[in-house]
């Protein structure tokens, strides 16, 4: 393995250097690029390099689980180990989660919901549990601030708004997409944490009115809404990373084409089995 990762990255360091690093002879490189590739070198090259290009298209942000599942997808039988390994001959690292800033503030005149939904992070079928929080992106300016829900059927973002305000209104126009788009039934439970943005009386009316039930998260419990923190920290890592974009138009493109194009209908979601959102609804629309 040693030799084949020499002979990957010779083009960046000499060869001299890279075999007094890795504690081998430079006869014995040269030795063994003199004999022919068995039958599983071959074959390993082949993977690295399809292995390669499905961790360029996906700009970084897969590791081994999804790769390993792309490559099933197209009929390849292989190991996710064999996958992971081949990912570190390759250097090939996926982008890793942080830890996400609180954004939300509590207004103690302001009633709070009962904990309904009890991280119970699952739903039988679409528009039955719906969880929702609000991040901050970073421009050059100022903060854009991005309120989100999720159908926790099939983690699909349902509805979403971005403004340079972190108000009322930005939850409103998340809640009037999500209804537009998905026009739930009486009963939908909703979650949320106790921002004074969701347990404003003008929000909590409109829930009200839409038939929805409101639950929230007890007080300073990050875990209550875990989904959402789970899909927060993989935009920011995914999309946002250490970038600070030039304008907010900028960041609202970037961030509306990660969302409805990339991570609805093509990111592969390790609890939907590394699926999309999309095709797993897909599904479970040809099951019903």
């Known amino acids: 393995m040693k030799y084949q990762f020499i002979e990957e990255h010779k083009q960046e360091f000499p060869i001299v250097v890279m075999c007094r690093v890795l504690e ?21 090259a082949q993977l690295r390099e399809e292995i390669r290009q499905d961790f360029s298209a996906h700009c970084g942000r897969y590791g081994s689980p999804r790769l390993h599942a792309e490559l099933r997808d197209r009929g390849r039988s292989i190991a996710r180990k064999r996958v992971a390994r081949l ?22 005149s302001h009633p709070v919901a009962p904990n309904l939904l009890n991280r119970e992070f699952t ?11 609000i991040t901050y992106i970073p421009t050059m300016q100022g903060w854009l601030y991005l309120a989100v829900i999720l159908d926790l059927y099939s983690r699909m973002v349902v509805g979403w708004s971005m403004s340079g305000n972190c108000d009322e209104k930005l939850v409103e126009h998340a809640l009037d997409q999500a209804l537009a788009r998905r026009r739930p039934k009486v009963g939908l439970l909703h979650h949320s944490d106790r921002g004074s943005q969701y347990t404003s009386r ?18 300073g419990n990050c875990w209550d809404n875990a989904a959402m923190e789970s899909f927060f920290g993989t935009l920011k890592d995914e999309c946002v990373g250490g970038i600070i974009y030039s304008s907010h138009d900028e960041a609202r493109l970037t961030l509306f084409t990660y969302m409805e194009v990339y991570y609805n209908r093509v990111r592969r979601h390790s609890t939907l089995g590394y699926v999309s959102p999309l095709n797993y609804e897909q599904k479970g629309n040809q099951q019903t």
Do not use: H
């Not at 081998?24 to 390993?44: L, N, T």
């Not at 990912?87 to 103690?108: N, Q």
């Not at 003008?202 to 007080?219: D, F, K, N, T």
């Open 202 to 219: 003008a929000y909590q009316v409109y829930l009200e009115q839409s038939g929805i039930q409101p639950s929230m998260s007890r007080e």
């Open 123 to 133: 739903a039988q079928e679409p528009n039955k549990k719906w969880v929702t929080d």
């Open 87 to 108: 990912m570190r001959e390759a250097g090939l690292c996926a982008k890793r989660k942080r830890r996400r800033v609180l954004t939300t503030r509590r207004d103690p």
């Open 24 to 44: 081998i002879s430079e006869s014995g490189f040269y030795a063994w690029r003199k004999r022919p590739a068995s039958p599983r070198q071959r074959e390993d």
